[in-house]
T-cell receptor, first 113, second 114 residues
């Protein structure tokens, strides 16, 4: 089946540092990947749509200069949280479109101290 | 605006009982709905989907019902098992300018007691 991985699964960083999260489609090519954020006991909120070879499109209220997205290949998209602050602590989940379906990664738990 | 929401934030059932999780939507342009299961600390897993040209769809132990008149869909889980304990989300797949984007509902926490 279609598998999406994320790395790292957990990361703890100091306030002001940047963190990069990788999302990979392991056995299929994904022209489009999506990045979601999920706060505790809340739903998934779409942050941005990542398109291979072009700029990401961000949802309203999501700062593109703070959440940098790079989709350099058909199997890899990265999300970099720049100058992270404690309020950026969240569960970040990616999904990849393939076979007319979205497949979700296992998520990355970010904790900013 | 568009929204997909849930009536019941928590649901507790006994093992073996049937579970029903509800979802309401406000945008009549929606034509494709998906139910996801999310276990603690994991990403969502696809359970079942339904298009607006259908009223009902069945899978293994799960049934999704869509009532377009009242803009309501439900997920029925038969013979609920402890392994079914998770958060369940309905989601709508967008079209047009929102093509391919998923809008998630609030979520329902299902707890199955042995």
């Amino acid at each position: 089946g279609a598998v999406v991985s994320q790395h790292p699964s957990r990361v703890i960083c100091k306030s002001g540092t940047s963190v990069k999260i990788e999302c990979r489609s392991l056995d299929f090519q994904a022209t489009t990947m999506f990045w979601y954020r999920q706060f505790p006991k809340q739903s998934l909120m779409l942050m941005a749509t990542s398109n291979e070879g072009s700029k990401a499109t961000y949802e309203q209220g999501v700062e593109k200069d703070k959440f940098l997205i790079n989709h350099a290949s058909l199997t890899l998209s990265t999300l970099t949280v720049t100058s992270a602050h404690p309020e950026d602590s969240s569960f970040y989940i990616c999904s990849a479109s393939g076979y007319n379906e979205q497949f979700f990664g296992p998520g990355t738990r970010l904790t900013v101290l | 605006g568009e929204s997909v929401g849930l009536h019941l934030p928590t649901l507790s059932v006994q093992e073996g009982d049937n579970s029903i999780i509800n979802c309401a939507y406000s945008n009549s342009a929606s034509d494709y709905f998906i139910w996801y299961k999310q276990e603690s600390g994991k990403g969502p897993q696809f359970i079942i989907d339904i298009r607006s040209n259908m009223d009902k769809r069945q899978g293994q132990r799960v049934t999704v019902l869509l009532n377009k008149t009242v803009k309501h869909l439900s997920l029925q889980i038969a013979a609920t098992q402890p392994g079914d304990s998770a958060v369940y989300f309905c989601a709508r797949l967008g079209g047009g300018t929102s093509y391919g984007k998923l809008t998630f509902g609030q979520g329902t926490i299902l707890t199955v007691h042995p």
